[in-house]
């Protein structure tokens, strides 16, 4: 299996402007989840989904933030409008559930200027 | 709510040395307890996990974890460091019988002198 698949894999943008993340997890597994990595914060979990459904958005921080994903095989995380404190690496993840353990991408560079 | 604790922001060694970096959680329920490694610009690598049975679980790259359920700790350990070990180091809790989501810490910078 490829592994966990994040694109793309660096991106640079404006502020303001829309910014689109995008992830394919592993093929068979069942949860998926978007990370987001700051050297201020660490780790930060923004959403996770079972089955293709929301389970826990808490995470998200506003809701400039969006995440979906519309069948087992693609999700994305949506950013409208960015802003410079979004700058970050941003991870996806996915687990087959029973012992969660989870598989993450390389992740995706973001820079907001 | 669970909670872990890295202990070490920073830990730096020189090669072939041995190194444990030290992991204590907080949780009411039995656990789930990993490790992954990151290197630099990559994602996150499972190094080992304890689901359950022996306490002493050995990972990738000869590392090696004891879980020690009274003092809640989770402790990784390798008798002998490389160059490539350079990398940040991830510990992590679950709830088996909970959502999904794992709860990590802060993460431990390993540096490796020659």
């Not at chain 1, 201020?40 to 996770?48: S, T």
């Not at chain 2, 009411?28 to 304890?50: D, I, M, R, T």
């Amino acid at each position: 299996d490829a592994g966990v698949i994040q694109s793309p894999r660096h991106e640079v943008t404006e502020m303001g402007q829309e910014v689109t993340l995008r992830c394919k997890p592993i093929s068979g597994h069942d949860y998926l989840f978007w990370y987001r990595q700051t050297m201020m914060r660490g780790l930060e979990l923004l959403i996770y989904f079972n089955n293709n459904v929301p389970i826990d958005d808490s995470g998200m921080p506003e809701d400039r933030f969006s995440a979906k994903m519309p069948n087992a095989s693609f999700s994305t995380l949506k950013i409208q409008p960015s802003e410079p404190r979004d700058s970050a690496v941003y991870f996806c993840a996915s687990s087959l559930g029973y012992d969660h353990e989870q598989y993450f991408g390389p992740g995706t560079r973001l820079t907001v200027t | 709510a669970q909670s872990v604790t890295q202990l070490d922001s920073q830990v730096p060694v020189f090669e072939e040395a041995p190194v444990e970096l030290r992991c204590n959680y907080s949780s009411s329920v039995s656990v789930y307890l990993f490790w992954y490694v990151q290197y630099p610009n990559q994602g996150l690598q499972l190094l080992l996990k304890y689901l359950s049975g022996s306490t002493l679980v050995k990972g990738i790259n000869g590392f090696e974890a004891e879980f020690n359920k009274s003092q809640t700790s989770f402790h990784l350990r390798k008798p002998s460091v490389h160059i490539s070990d350079t990398a940040e180091y991830f510990c992590a809790v679950s709830d088996p019988s909970g959502a999904q989501k794992l709860v990590f810490g802060q993460g431990t910078r390993l540096t490796i002198n020659p």
